[in-house]
């Protein structure tokens, strides 16, 4: 049977297999993420520390995900995957039985998060670098990306929805224990898979030539540099708006658990809608403008979240600023992919989520000390704003961003050669 154009990559028995168990487990994620935040809170009452829990569980990508784009580059990453999945369900369970039993304390939780932040910094980028080798063709790596987004979120949708259900009637345990059951189906999945073997890749440098090596690669190609620059603003300034759902929903909303699990719905429900919208381009050509225009869509979304003082209103708030974000990441995710070398692709993609989600901790603990001198929605208000200001300045650089785009584009068929012209006369518009 021929899959739509916007499924395409599911022709791919490896891809279609380990997105059935990465999509029964993220729905688990996302609901300890939020039970998590939900805990901290009901413990602590205190915006500061459920800062200070998002910067444990962050930190740590920030120092150790370049380094395990050296490893992913290295190492056979359908078993450093394997071991990671393995670590992350001990983490779950470990709060399951603390909640359980009544034991858990403040320092368990940041305890264990920072734990969590340490396995995810070698995970993520694994995770990331691994997607090429599931499919078949090239040409369908976007789609993979825009379709592995949208289990992203449509994961996202679903767990915080289920999870503020839960905590209303039983209580945070249910969530941990939850989580820590659905590391199963993907660990499955991963040993089913029809993979070559890994190719033996010596080592003939140290790890720090290697990172070095990696920076230089990144940081020396305006296009990735920039890029990487976007997300870490984004990511610093706009992100930490997670951190502080459960004041929203309380203090500004006079809500509770239920409130916020669909103030968090509402953003991944426009999340899902922007990377559905992205599976159906057919490649990354045109991509950089999206980049843009969705990053200020984003910042301009948490604007209005923080001016909202209707649940409504913030609901559609939310909804633009999860579509915004999405088509944001989930771009630069291809665009990357795209223009990375494939024995640099793990210190790319490390990179990446450095730029993601190493950061946010710094952003997530500023902002709640912020909120806790100025206000949840100041805080917030800056950070979108901040985050319009990351854009423009993304998109006045764009059309000389292109020209350094399109050698590499028409190298890898990305792009037509009628419409580029040849490579001969690409390069000499580059002199």
């Known amino acids: 049977m021929k899959l739509p154009a916007t499924l395409r990559a599911f022709g791919a028995r490896n891809f279609r297999i380990y997105m059935m168990g990465q999509g029964v487990s993220l729905v688990g994620t996302w609901m300890q993420q939020l ?21 444990c569980g962050q930190i740590p990508m920030l120092f150790l995900s370049p380094f395990a784009g050296v490893l992913a580059d290295r190492w056979d990453r359908r078993r450093v995957i394997l071991i990671t999945q393995a670590l992350l369900m ?24 920072v734990f969590f932040g340490v396995v995810n910094s070698l995970d993520m980028p694994v995770r990331q670098a691994i997607v090429p080798e599931l499919v078949d063709r090239r040409e369908d790596l976007t789609n993979a990306i825009a379709l592995n987004a949208t289990i992203v979120n449509v994961t996202r949708l679903v767990g915080p929805a289920v999870a503020g259900l839960l905590i209303a009637a039983v209580g945070e345990t249910a969530c941990f224990a939850l989580n820590a059951g659905s590391f199963v189906p993907v ?4 040993l089913l898979l029809r993979l070559p073997p890994a190719a033996a890749n010596p080592i003939e440098k140290p790890m720090l030539s290697g990172f070095r090596e990696g920076i230089a690669y990144a940081f020396g190609f305006e296009p990735i540099g920039t890029l990487l620059a976007l997300l870490a603003v984004v990511s610093l300034t706009g992100m930490p708006y997670t951190v502080l759902m459960p004041v929203f929903a309380t203090d500004i909303l006079g809500g509770n658990a239920r409130t916020m699990g669909f103030l968090t719905a509402a953003s991944g429900l426009g999340a899902l809608s922007g990377a559905i919208y992205l599976a159906t381009r057919g490649s990354v050509r045109g991509l950089l403008w999206r980049i843009a225009a969705c990053s200020a869509l984003f910042g301009v979304g ?3 979240f923080s001016l909202s003082r209707h649940f409504w209103l913030s609901e559609l708030a939310l909804f633009a ?13 291809s665009v990357l992919q795209t223009l990375a070398a494939d024995d640099k692709r793990g210190r790319v993609m490390s990179l990446y989520v450095t730029s993601l989600m190493g950061v946010a901790p710094i952003g997530g603990l500023v902002s709640g000390a912020l909120a806790a001198r100025w206000g949840a929605p100041v805080t917030v208000a800056l950070g979108g704003a901040a985050s319009v200001v990351g854009a423009l300045i993304f998109a006045s650089r764009i059309p000389a961003l292109r020209v350094k785009i399109r050698p590499v584009y028409l190298e890898r068929g990305v792009a037509p050669a009628p419409e580029l012209g040849t490579a001969a006369e690409i390069a000499g518009r580059l002199k």
């Open 35 to 55: 039970a998590t935040s939900w805990l901290v809170f009901r413990l602590t009452g205190s915006s500061l520390l459920l800062g200070a829990s998002v910067f």
């Open 90 to 113: 001990a983490q779950a369970a470990a709060l399951a039985v603390l909640s359980y039993t009544g034991a858990v304390r403040i320092w368990h939780v940041l305890a264990l998060n």
């Open 187 to 190: 660990i499955i999945s991963l």
């Open 302 to 304: 948490l604007i209005g």
């Open 321 to 333: 600023a999860g579509f915004g974000v999405m088509v944001m990441m989930a771009a630069s995710n």
